[in-house]
C-alpha cells in the first residue's frame, strides 16, 4: 500500500528523510495559499460551501480516491476542512498526534470521521486512542564539530517560557529558538515567528553539549529530542 503524510510543511522536522518508496511527505496547502490574505479568502469560501475547492491544496487531493493510505499530522490544523476534502477518500485517513492533545482538538469529532493515533500513553488511555510512539528518520550526524554551546533549545513556547528563561540565565552560551504562541515577549529570548529549518537546527545541534526539553507533566513517553 502506498503512504501519504501530509504535514503543513514538508521542510518542517526530519520528515523530508523518509524513504520515498514507503511513503511520500506532501504539504498539506498549496504553497500559492500560504499568504495571510489568502488565508482570510479561503476562510471566507468554507464559510460559504466551497471547503472542497483544489486549489487551496497540493496535488495530493487527485489520488483520494485510490488505494492510498493518508496519514494527517496533528498540526495540519482545522480538520473540519479536511474533512470535508475526504470525503470521496477510498481508505479511511488517519490522524497521527506528534504533540498533546488539548481541549481544542475535539476528539470525539475527530474520530467521526478519521482514524486517530497518537504518540502518548496518556492520551491513548484517556481519549481511547490508537498508540504508535514517536519516530526518528534521518541521517547520522558526524559528531566531529568543536562544541559552541552548553545546550539547544527548539521547540514552540506552548506556556513553558518561564521555565526557559530560568534555564537560560544559568548556562553560559545557551542556543535557544523559541517559537511564540501568540504575542507573548521575553527580555532575555529572541521570540521567533517561523520555526527553523531543520538542516540548520541539526547545524547546531551537533555543536551542543546537551539537547534541552521541557516535557509536560501528563507526557510521559519519548519525544522527538529523545530519539535525537
Request: aromatic share 18%; glycine share 2%; charged share 25%.
Amino acid at each position: 500500500m502506498k503512504y501519504i503524510v501530509l504535514v503543513p510543511n514538508k521542510k518542517w522536522a526530519n520528515l523530508k528523510y523518509f524513504d520515498s518508496s514507503v511513503a511520500e511527505i506532501c504539504d498539506v496547502y498549496s504553497t500559492q495559499s500560504i499568504n495571510f490574505i489568502i488565508r482570510i479568502f479561503r476562510k471566507l469560501l468554507y464559510f460559504i460551501g466551497f471547503g472542497k475547492n483544489k486549489a487551496f491544496y497540493e496535488d495530493w487531493t487527485n489520488r483520494i480516491e485510490s488505494d492510498v493510505q493518508f496519514i494527517i499530522f496533528d498540526s495540519c490544523r482545522p480538520y473540519h476542512r479536511l474533512r470535508r476534502v475526504f470525503n470521496r477518500a477510498k481508505i479511511r485517513p488517519i490522524v497521527y498526534f506528534w504533540n498533546p492533545i488539548c481541549k481544542r482538538d475535539n476528539i470525539k469529532y475527530l474520530k467521526k470521521y478519521f482514524t486517530v493515533f497518537t504518540y502518548s500513553t496518556f492520551d491513548s488511555i484517556n481519549y481511547n486512542l490508537n498508540y504508535n510512539p514517536t519516530f526518528y528518520v534521518g541521517p547520522i550526524l558526524s559528531l566531529t564539530q568543536e562544541i559552541e554551546y552548553d545546550g539547544v533549545f527548539v521547540g514552540r513556547n506552548k506556556n513553558r517560557l518561564v521555565k526557559l528563561e530560568k534555564l537560560y540565565k544559568q548556562l553560559c552560551n545557551p542556543y535557544f529558538y523559541v517559537v511564540k504562541d501568540h504575542l507573548e515577549h521575553s527580555e532575555l529570548i529572541e521570540l521567533k515567528s517561523d520555526n527553523i529549518d531543520y538542516n540548520e537546527y541539526l547545524k547546531v545541534l551537533v555543536k551542543s553539549k546537551a539537547i534541552i526539553e521541557i516535557v509536560f507533566t501528563d507526557n510521559a513517553d519519548y519525544t522527538l529530542r529523545t530519539m535525537e
